[in-house]
């Protein structure tokens, strides 16, 4: 080929060469616009977040979504959602999911229509007339008197609530109660047309049984009120009992709530007790689960109880452990050896507030705590905080200066170990810090408390480590009290911690023993909740009673008894694993016992049970763990050998080994300066109640004998029937009725309706609202005439408007003075005048008159000044005559309030109201006045400064026209020599 040929192929391939770069440019071009165009939605959210428009709240969204941040945010992530749906429908076309209509309800019940009105216009969320239907379709009225009915209600509540969380097992039960102090005060009930707020009668009194006080509407209605306020006393404090089931999610429900003034005993609650569990067992026990026990808060009669009930020896017994060991506590057992069997009888104390009655000795006044040669006391803790730096320890003023006992939240950071750990620094000393062996004392207290929380709230301890712990609490107490007893120079009543947290401790550590042992047995599937026992669920209860008010029980029983409904609602909303998150009433009252375990991320299992015959191994570790710190704090007795197991049966050491033997631990104990709840007149028992105490079988059947009969008269009536012997006009009605909302029914019991009013004797009829709400005020209001329900249709009467069709108003107060009414007055010439009000008006305090409407105290420090115009009555031989002639006197000269009732043309007024007034009359006549021109009052003080210091007190009004001061003035005069 020659050279021509060559540069023409060569040019050839040239252009090819330059056509395939141009094509493939254009082909790179339009992939790189087909990728720009084809990016994915996330690249495209991605790139719209740095905008900052809608695109990136959804990309923000999803992103979180993407990794896990709406796991536990239920409610937040259905309100978006809804949120989002509603956005692009009508009014009418909105939906929501179930938790936020919870939420909506939640908000509805707590804080009420303003505040519910206030989130959904912000939210976008429903109408409030919407809330308040699914408010009213979920409501359930339950009977809170332990009655048949009460029972069986709340069966097929229960059967609900376990068809809902899925829930196919029997679940352990126990009863929850405590008492709260409420507004001493009756409340009226239109509903059920009753008083509510006494707690029983006056004479002989007794205040455990349910008490009703039905008006009716006959001639005996205002009577049987006055009746009531006179021979009734009205309950001080509110005590409820609630079912407490140890599953998560199934709600704490109401059977019982009274008002009480503290005055039953321990053979009273267990007859209610007794009550409660036969009318469980025949009704809720099939579908929820055993009752196994009670909870309480430190109550001496309820531990009392208690201790008797567990130290019982007849029967069948239940003691997972050897009592030889130390476990001296028991359960009433039902069912045989091999086969599923159930606990009865047990014995449960609040393990809050336990927690708080073991931390409130570390600063007490009288009380020293002593472990060996040791003192225990909270000035140790105030050198932790003085030697180390605050974000070791976390500890402040709130913990060192325990103003507020109840904070919970103190306590437990008190015990936490962060705070052991500084103490134990403290103990064996640094490079720069010397040993201090003083602190060993309260580091081995505060190592015992938080061992007792453990049991409880710990996440990191299994359930075989629980028993350990409370194998050790249980002893180291025994060793300790024994220790104390034995000591010449140390007494339990000042040395020691108080004798009812002492038996709290006992019962607590054995109760959670037996309940561990009797859920591996019968319940191994489920959960040993141990944190959901004691009566912590009733203070939730009465803090809800009181919330959006500063957590202030400012409420009476009336007001409990109208929002039980309720209350009983947010129970279940609580217990919803969907529904929204509650939270304690206040900070100081929340579980922050997870704190000190930052690094965990999982609890441990509740349901990994020790096997058989692993309790006893572990109670006896926590048995040699309680010796071993009682060396180390030189708790032993004066002759030690422990080398030898036939030492420990030396009378001299036995105590050490064997705390709890009758002959050692039995002994007679000091009175206690600081009981807790002690009854008046209940001897001081010694550390365990000895078997002699416990009740006799015929004491409790005369108290259940009682019950019963109270029980079958007032409480296993369907609602709404008026009690035996109660009157009544119209036929009682026991049908029941379905009534239906717009998305639901709820079944509801009819109620006859209540006439609001009575008829007062002579005055005609009054609402009962009113009068209560007097009678509060006043409970001998009947008997003093110059202060009674004043008649208000007096001319409706007098026009001949029938009784049935005249509108009664509410009453003001009797200690004012009001217009249109009658008074009594005396002139400055002692002329007494009867005249029904006008008008009232004073002098401005620049030209005119100021006209009074309202009305006008007799109290009032103006009262002088106010000018009172009246209708004047004419006295007559059959009583008084309103005539036309008018009167002007000042407010200052009414004397009194003056019931006259209308007959023919005549006011009449009561012969004995009559006298008492003209008693008052006479009694102002023949009271001198002071003199106009006394002469001010004057007080000298002299002092080492040269100067005398004379107090002019003010001087009276005077008529000739000179304005005087009424300040007090001091006048200083210098002396001179």
């Known amino acids: 080929m020659g050279r021509s040929e060559v540069l023409e192929v060569m040019r050839n391939k040239n252009k090819i060469i330059a056509k395939t770069k141009s094509e493939l440019f254009f082909m790179q071009s339009k992939k790189l616009r087909l990728q720009i165009r084809n990016r994915s939605l996330k690249e495209k959210l991605k790139e719209y977040s740095t905008r900052g428009d809608f695109k990136a709240i959804s990309y923000k969204l ?10 536990d945010k239920r409610v937040l992530l259905d309100t978006i959602e809804t949120v989002a749906n509603n956005l692009n429908v009508k009014a009418r076309g909105k939906r929501f999911k179930a938790s936020v209509r919870q ?9 009420g229509p303003r505040l519910a009105r206030f989130v959904s216009q912000n939210l976008h969320g429903p109408d409030v007339h919407t809330i308040y239907g699914w408010r009213q379709q979920n409501l359930k009225k339950v009977p809170t008197n332990a009655s048949t009915e009460t029972f069986m209600q709340l069966t097929e509540i229960y059967k609900e609530a376990k068809t809902k969380a899925s829930i ?4 352990p039960v126990l009863t929850a109660e405590d008492e709260t102090a409420i507004k001493a005060e009756v409340s009226y009930s239109q509903e059920t047309d009753e008083l509510l707020g006494f707690c029983g009668q006056e004479e002989d009194h007794q205040c455990l049984l349910p008490v009703r006080v039905v008006i009716g509407d006959d001639n005996e209605s205002y009577s049987r009120m006055i009746e009531a306020f006179n021979s009734m006393r009205i309950g001080t404090q509110a005590r409820v009992i609630l079912l407490n089931p140890l599953h998560p999610h199934l709600p704490r429900m109401a059977i019982v709530m009274l008002p009480t003034c503290n005055k039953f005993n321990h053979t009273d609650v267990a007859a209610q007790w007794k009550q409660i569990n036969t009318n469980y067992k025949a009704h809720t026990e099939p579908v929820l689960g055993p009752l196994i026990g009670h909870s309480s808060d430190g109550d001496s009669r309820r531990r009392k109880l208690m201790l ?23 359960a009433r057992k039902e069912g045989s050896d091999g086969e599923s069997y159930v606990v009865r009888d047990l014995g449960d104390q609040d393990y809050i507030h336990q927690h708080k009655k073991l931390v409130n000795p570390l600063d007490h006044e009288i009380r020293v705590m002593t472990m060996g040669t040791f003192t225990i006391h909270m000035n140790h803790l105030e050198l932790v905080a003085r030697e180390f730096d605050r974000k070791r320890h976390h500890l402040t003023k709130d913990h060192l200066q325990r ?14 170990l962060r705070v052991q750990d500084c103490l134990q620094e403290l103990l064996e000393g640094t490079d720069d810090r010397p040993p201090n062996p003083g602190v060993l004392g309260t580091l081995t207290y505060l190592q015992l408390v938080w061992h007792y929380v453990e049991i409880f709230v710990s996440p990191v301890a299994t359930l075989t480590t629980r028993i350990r712990y409370a194998g050790f609490v249980c002893h180291f107490l025994g060793i300790w009290r024994n220790f104390i007893t034995n000591h010449p120079d140390l007494n339990i009543a000042h040395n020691f911690i108080t004798r009812e947290a002492y038996q709290d401790c006992l019962i607590s550590v054995h109760f959670a023993v037996i309940l561990i042992c009797f859920m591996r047995d019968n319940h191994p599937d489920a959960d040993c909740l141990l944190e959901l026992t004691g009566s912590d669920c009733c203070e939730n209860h009465f803090s809800i009673h009181g919330q959006w008010v500063g957590n202030r029980h400012n409420y009476s029983f009336g007001e409990m008894v109208r929002n039980i409904r309720h209350i009983s609602r947010l129970h279940e909303i609580q217990v919803d694993a969907d529904g929204p998150k509650f939270s304690k009433a206040h900070i100081k009252q929340e579980n922050i016992w997870k704190k000190q375990y930052p690094d965990i991320t999982e609890d441990v299992s509740l349901k990994s049970y020790p096997s058989m015959g692993e309790e006893v191994e572990a109670w006896t570790a926590g048995m040699e763990m309680a010796q071993n710190r009682a060396r180390n704090v030189g708790m032993l007795p004066t002759s030690f050998h422990d080398s030898d197991e036939e030492d420990q049966e030396d009378p001299l ?17 000091e009175a206690d300066p600081e009981v807790d709840g002690q009854e008046e007149g209940e001897p001081q028992d010694s550390g365990l109640v000895n078997q002699e105490s416990i009740i006799e079988d015929e004491e409790l059947a005369d108290v259940q004998i009682m019950f019963d009969e109270v029980l079958n008269q007032h409480t296993d009536e369907p609602l709404g029937h008026e009690p035996a012997g109660a009157p009544t006009d119209e036929p009682q009605d026991d049908t029941s009725d379905t009534t239906s909302s717009r998305r639901g029914s709820s079944t509801n019991v009819l109620l006859r309706a209540a006439c609001p009013t009575v008829d007062v004797p002579g005055y005609g009829r009054q609402y009962k609202q009113t009068l209560v709400r007097l009678l509060n005020d006043n409970p001998k209001l009947s008997h003093d005439r110059l202060v009674r329900v004043r008649q208000t249709y007096i001319s409706k009467r007098n026009s001949g408007i029938p009784d049935a069709e005249a509108d009664t108003t509410e009453l003001p107060a009797h200690s004012d003075i009001c217009l249109f009414d009658d008074y009594v007055a005396v002139t400055s010439s002692g002329t007494m005048l009867v005249l029904r009000i006008l008008r009232m008006r004073k002098k401005g305090a620049t030209r005119g008159f100021v006209e009074y409407k309202l009305p006008v105290k007799y109290s009032a420090v103006d009262r002088k000044d106010i000018v009172v115009v009246g209708q004047l009555y004419t006295d007559t031989t059959g009583g008084f005559v309103l005539e036309g002639s008018t009167v002007v006197v000042k407010a200052s000269e009414i004397v009194c309030h003056i019931n006259l009732c209308y007959d023919a043309g005549i006011y009449s007024c009561g012969h004995e109201e009559f006298q ?21 009052a004057h007080q000298q003080s002299a002092t080492d400064d040269g100067t005398v210091r004379t107090t002019v007190v003010a001087a009276p009004e005077s008529d000739d026209g000179v304005r005087r001061s009424r300040r007090q003035r001091t006048v200083i005069t210098h002396l001179t020599h």
């Open 62 to 71: 999803t992103k979180a979504g993407q990794e896990g941040k709406f796991e």
């Open 103 to 111: 939420f909506y309800e939640t908000i509805m019940i707590l804080g």
């Open 168 to 171: 196919t097992a029997l679940i």
């Open 308 to 330: 008797n009930l567990m130290r019982q020896n007849a029967g069948q017994r239940y003691q997972p452990i050897s009592q030889q060991l130390g476990f001296h506590l028991s």
């Open 403 to 416: 103003r507020d006992r109840q904070n919970w939240k103190a306590a437990q950071e008190i015990c936490f």
């Open 653 to 669: 050491q036995r105590w050490f080994f064997y705390p709890f033997d009758e002959e050692h631990h039995d002994v007679a104990e």
């Open 916 to 936: 008492l007034i003209l008693e008052e009359v006479n009694k102002m006549k023949t009271t001198p006045e002071s003199s106009k021109s006394a002469q001010p």
